[in-house]
């Protein structure tokens, strides 16, 4: 357990409506990254964090923006959301400690249906 | 693009059985990750390999991370029913922020 709790866990919406995913750590983190997984595709990485408002893209991110205003939270917005966003949310934090690097730790996911 | 190839995608055995999934790449990495997760929850780290050749061990999973890093393998001896879930592998790389490229992931089942 890395500290990290993501909210909403469930959250029904309709298509064009925007939606914000939180993402809160309490280990201060400097890395912090949002995935979707979908069956069959694995985790695709939407965005990444490396810094207080230090982001950048993934492999998935038209139709998501983040923000990070605080060390401790990493916001994901669905601007307008579409049927294809239909998916399981989440967070990770990258934990260099260990002096492995590329170690990511999960929160527990926000499952997301679009309507 | 998939980078990571894993295999098979789904796998049901019997209680007591032996099995691998593979993980294979054209792509070098810097490390090799391998994650558990059951439903409705997040992935969960097994272990990190990080030297090409190294076998590591956790009770009956074995995990080799192969002499070029392009490919690792998860064995698991006599499979129990506790051992059901998605496992998944990731690779990462020293830079472009720690991003890791995961496998599509193998369904396991156990059956009593």
């Known amino acids: 357990d890395a500290g990290i709790t993501q909210s909403p866990r469930h959250k029904v919406t309709e298509t064009g409506t925007p939606v914000t995913l939180r993402c809160h750590q309490t280990?201060?983190?400097?890395?912090m990254y949002w995935y979707r997984q979908d069956p069959g595709h694995g985790l695709r990485l939407i965005h990444y964090?490396?810094?207080?408002?230090?982001?950048d893209k993934g492999e998935v991110s038209d139709g998501y923006s983040v923000s990070r205003s605080k060390t401790e939270d990493f916001l994901l917005t669905l601007e307008s959301a579409t049927s294809s966003q239909t998916s399981v949310y989440f967070c990770?934090?990258?934990?260099?400690?260990?002096?492995?690097?590329?170690?990511?730790?999960f929160g527990p996911g926000t499952r997301l249906l679009v309507l | 693009t998939q980078l990571l190839e894993q295999s098979p995608q789904f796998l049901s055995i019997q209680e007591g059985e032996n099995l691998t999934v593979y993980c294979n790449s054209s792509?070098?990495?810097?490390?090799l990750q391998w994650y558990r997760q059951e439903p409705g929850e997040g992935p969960v780290l097994l272990v990190t390999?990080?030297?090409?050749?190294e076998v590591k061990k956790l009770k009956r999973l074995t995990f080799q991370f192969g002499d070029a890093r392009k490919d690792s393998s998860l064995h698991i001896t006599a499979a129990q029913t506790g051992d059901t879930g998605l496992y998944l592998c990731?690779?990462?790389?020293?830079?472009?922020?720690?991003?890791?490229?995961f496998g599509q992931g193998t369904e396991l089942s156990v059956k009593p």
């Open positions: 964090s490396y810094g207080v408002k230090d982001t």
């Open positions: 792509s070098v990495f810097s490390s």
């Open positions: 280990e201060n983190h400097r890395y």
């Open positions: 990731a690779g990462g790389r020293n830079s472009g922020g720690g991003k890791l490229i």
């Open positions: 990770a934090i990258r934990d260099t400690s260990g002096g492995l690097e590329e170690t990511q730790y």
């Open positions: 390999v990080v030297t090409g050749g």
